[in-house]
């Protein structure tokens, strides 16, 4: 198993980089994760689509797709892609320590 | 007299009745099916029309033809399920009671969720998930004159996940075929990071599409489509110009659950992944693509879980517990053209490997390779689905749980055991 230090902490991550021990996760340690994703401040809106991500996969065991983002009313499709360019869900997933979104097949 | 209602006479719905009029007695269990339509379609079908190989008519049989004795068939559209009464509520105005219901009323495509895709409709934008839509692409396609072609994948999950890989590459087999491959450019755009959702296969069939001259454009989200300009554009600014585009648009559950205030953002039944029981409500299953299992959307999934449903369904009436027996296994293959065609086989746990199946090593079809056998499988199956699957009957050698015999982890391959 692969591990990755952020700081003083050393974490648990697959192949990709996203934390396998969700219990690992520290706020410091998603802001670390977030500037090698290329975001150098998590702000107020960040946090809030990181902490809504964390209690869906509570609930659900998976994290909630774009739509979903988007239909809970927490934050539009277009603000996502501003706050986390490139693939947003997959990134704010990793940010907060859930493993990488599979989509179904 | 206890009363069992199933929504949908598709596959799951077909499938089940024909197990269970079977299993339940008649003299204390009465059957009713309803659907808005007596169509049943080979689904699998559709994605020969654009090419010329079937038509509609060919696919296509009465679904009464399809049902048991000593069963009603109601054909009308549904308006609710009300599952505080235990009633359905039917747009004609009648009201069907049941003791316990099966949801299976499969999911549609819902081309109006993306802004700017219904402008082009049937004019430079098709899809093939519909009988209609299908034949409309292949009248196209006839006298398309060369240009780019954008075959796109709008969000997941959908219906048969394969399928737009399986017309992409059957683009480019008949366009070779014909020697126009030259004038048309083809292009995969898809929300997925790679060509399919497990890093093995994704990796198997990204190679495929590279080595046939697909270009692939990954992590697109389209926010709208120009249909004046022909572009789709990306959440993220990126664009992506067609001269056809031959969409796979958002697919959905059924209105009907939406309208029961049942389902999830995508109008999915929430379900019980292993016993498939609805989340929550105790006399209520579901099977097939009218469920939000993260399993693939596919006739060989509903077959699959209609095995473990059946005996579920009868242990809950015994007042028994339920069996977790629902792995997420599905089976499919994907047609390359040129008599050629893939086959994987996976579930919830275990992405498809390459091996053999059914039996390990003698096989006689290889997992995720191309071969001819499976294209002569792949055909097969239209013969298996109506005379055997939907009838309910087993289909020999493949169990409803997936087997590991015969599969092989590649020892470079990304991912990892789970």
């Known amino acids: 198993m692969p591990q990755k230090n952020y700081g003083a902490t050393t974490v648990d991550v697959d192949a990709e980089g996203y934390l396998t021990d969700f219990s690992q996760w520290t706020r410091e340690i998603a802001s670390a994760v977030a500037r ?4 150098a401040e998590l702000g107020p809106a960040h946090w809030k689509v990181v902490e809504f991500m964390q209690k869906e996969f509570k609930e659900n065991g998976q994290a909630p797709s774009i739509r979903r983002l988007n239909k809970s009313g927490v934050i539009t499709t277009k603000e996502l892609y501003e706050l986390f360019p490139g693939g947003p869900v997959k990134k704010a997933a990793k940010i907060a320590g859930l493993k990488k979104p599979e989509g179904c097949v | 007299m206890r009363k069992l209602v199933i929504l949908g006479a598709g596959t799951g719905g077909t499938v089940m009745v024909n197990h269970l009029r079977k299993r339940l007695p ?12 007596n169509e049943h379609y080979y689904q699998p079908g559709f994605l020969f029309i654009p090419f010329g190989f079937y038509t509609k008519k060919t ?11 000593g069963v009603e068939f109601v054909v009308t559209e549904i308006d609710r399920i009300n599952p505080g009464s235990n009633e359905v509520i039917l747009q004609d105005g009648r009201n069907v009671g049941y003791d316990y219901l099966i949801v299976a009323t499969g999911a549609e495509i819902v ?33 398309f004159p060369g240009g780019t072609i954008v075959v796109h994948v709008n969000e997941t999950p959908i219906k048969c996940p394969v399928a737009p890989l399986e017309f992409a590459f059957f683009c480019d087999a008949c366009l070779r075929r ?31 599409l590279e080595k046939k001259k697909i270009r692939m454009v990954t992590d697109f989200n389209a926010e709208h489509i120009d249909a004046a300009a022909r572009k789709i554009v990306c959440y993220d600014g990126r664009e ?35 016993t498939l029981r ?25 077959h699959f879980q209609s095995e473990i449903l059946v005996e579920n369904l009868l242990r809950a009436i015994e007042g028994k517990e339920l069996k977790p027996d629902f792995d997420g296994h599905s089976n499919c293959f994907v047609e390359m053209g040129r008599g050629k065609a893939i086959l994987i086989d996976f579930n919830y746990d275990t992405e498809p490997l390459p091996g053999r199946f059914p039996f390990p090593v003698i096989g006689p079809m290889p997992l995720l390779k191309p071969s001819r056998l499976n294209h002569w499988g792949k055909l097969a199956f239209r013969w298996v689905y109506w005379h055997m699957l939907l009838r309910g009957r087993k289909i020999p050698f493949v169990p409803a ?6 599969k092989k982890r590649p020892d470079n391959a990304p991912g990892g055991l789970k």
């Open chain 1, 36 to 39: 090698e994703e290329g975001i």
């Open chain 2, 26 to 37: 008649r003299e204390e269990w009465a059957i009713t099916v309803i659907d808005r339509d």
């Open chain 2, 59 to 69: 696919i296509l049989k009465p679904k009464s033809k399809f049902l048991p004795k």
């Open chain 2, 111 to 143: 081309p109006s969720e993306t802004p700017g895709m219904l402008d082009g409709w049937r004019e430079t934008i098709f899809d093939f998930y519909t009988p209609d839509g299908a034949e409309a692409l292949a009248a196209k396609l006839k006298t």
């Open chain 2, 178 to 208: 014909h020697g126009k491959r030259d004038k048309v450019e083809i292009v995969y755009v898809t929300p997925l990071s790679g060509a399919f959702t497990k890093p093995v296969a994704s990796q198997v069939l990204g190679n495929l």
């Open chain 2, 240 to 274: 992506v110009p067609y001269d056809l585009l031959v969409t796979v648009p958002t697919n959905m559950g059924s209105e009907m659950i939406e309208r029961s205030g049942m389902g999830d953002e995508f109008r999915f039944l929430p379900t019980d992944p292993n």
């Open chain 2, 278 to 302: 609805s989340k929550k409500y105790e006399n209520i299953f579901a099977l097939g693509d009218a469920t939000d299992l993260p399993t693939s959307k596919a006739g060989s999934v509903a």
């Open chain 2, 401 to 406: 749980r997936m087997n590991m015999a015969g």
